[in-house]
């Protein structure tokens, strides 16, 4: 790979020119947080765009395309001692990543959150590994817009949230003392009957005040899940997995790491038990579950979990 970022960064491949219409386009939608490539007279879309189809020497339609910004590492090169002219102060790879929709690749630096300075590259570092922009909040319409490209978290269902963040509230006060007491519980509500857990005081589903209080054992299972390999101060090692988990007798899921098994092994369905923190260390939070981890339990059949994904 080449060794002047700058000029890499800008046009892979390109040469100092003020910009044309094509890159002066391509400017102003990264300015504007949204990568797009151009379509050639061919059907194929380049990115970053260019003013001639490089196979052809043909002009390009004009015909921009949205593309990405979710795409997939074609190539890398490991940079283990970064110099002070490069867009990380840490370990990075250049990446060539062609964003989806997209025919070309564009070369940009991918964080793999790697801070020792000389480390090998993780091993979660290879070809066809699917990677999204950080976008920077100041944006100024040039291709350091995005600060650089992170891994993606690999899901396999409908789009879902990863952080979790309890809201305060009497009703939380309450969940936590059950929690510091080695104790799950939660609300059920007057009007559908399930139990919402961690109770927020409010059935979500009806809009109702909830009151009655459920303690709930600490299985359930794994509804769907999503194999991380971004490090997590929380999670043992990467990859790990983060999973929603439906508590025996609750009508919500929960989101939770799972441990004890490789990533490739948790699986929708699986039976799950709370892996606790020795008591001593119990507080008066979430922490006190260190994960859920598998219990030797036969799968329950995608049927009996899918309302609740
Ligand atoms: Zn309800």
Redesign the pocket.
Same mark, same amino acid.
Do not use: A, K, S
């Given at each position: 790979m080449r060794s002047d970022p700058n000029h890499v960064l800008a046009f892979p491949g390109g040469y100092t020119r003020s910009v044309g219409p094509v890159i002066g386009r391509f400017l102003s939608e990264l300015r504007d947080g949204r990568l797009v490539g151009v379509r050639t007279a061919g059907g194929r879309v380049l990115v970053p765009p260019a003013e001639y189809d490089p196979e052809t020497g043909e002009d390009v339609t004009g015909e921009f395309v949205e593309v990405g910004p979710v795409g997939t590492v074609t190539t890398w090169s490991w940079v283990p001692r970064p110099a002070k002219e490069h867009p990380l102060d840490r370990p990075f790879a250049w990446a060539l990543i062609r964003p989806d929709g997209a025919d070309t690749a564009l070369l940009h630096a991918l964080d793999l959150g790697v801070f020792d300075e000389g480390a090998k590259p993780p091993r979660s570092l290879r070809t066809g590994m699917r990677v999204r922009p950080r976008w920077r909040a100041e944006r100024t319409g040039g291709i350091g817009d995005i600060a650089c490209f992170l891994p993606e978290v690999t899901m396999i269902n409908a789009p879902t949230r990863l952080e979790y963040r309890l809201q305060g509230g009497r009703a939380l006060d309450r969940f936590l003392e059950g929690i510091a007491e080695g104790r799950i519980l939660g609300h059920r #509500? !007057?009007? #559908?009957?399930?139990v919402?857990v961690p109770m927020k005081g409010l #059935? !979500?589903?009806?809009g109702?005040p909830?009151g009655e209080e459920v303690e709930l054992p600490d299985t359930g299972t794994v509804t769907t899940f999503a194999v991380n390999n971004i490090p997590d101060p929380r999670a043992p090692e990467v990859p790990f997995v983060s999973a929603y988990v439906l508590l025996d007798g609750a009508?919500l899921t929960m989101l939770t790491l799972v441990a004890g098994i490789p990533a490739d092994q948790v699986r929708m369905g699986m039976r799950v038990k709370a892996a606790w923190r020795p008591r001593e260390e119990w507080g008066r939070t979430m922490a006190n579950i260190r994960w859920f981890e598998p219990l030797d339990e036969p799968d329950v059949p995608f049927d009996e979990i899918k309302d609740y994904l």
């Open positions: #509500c !007057p009007v #559908c009957d399930q919402i #059935c !979500p589903r009806d109702v909830t009508g």
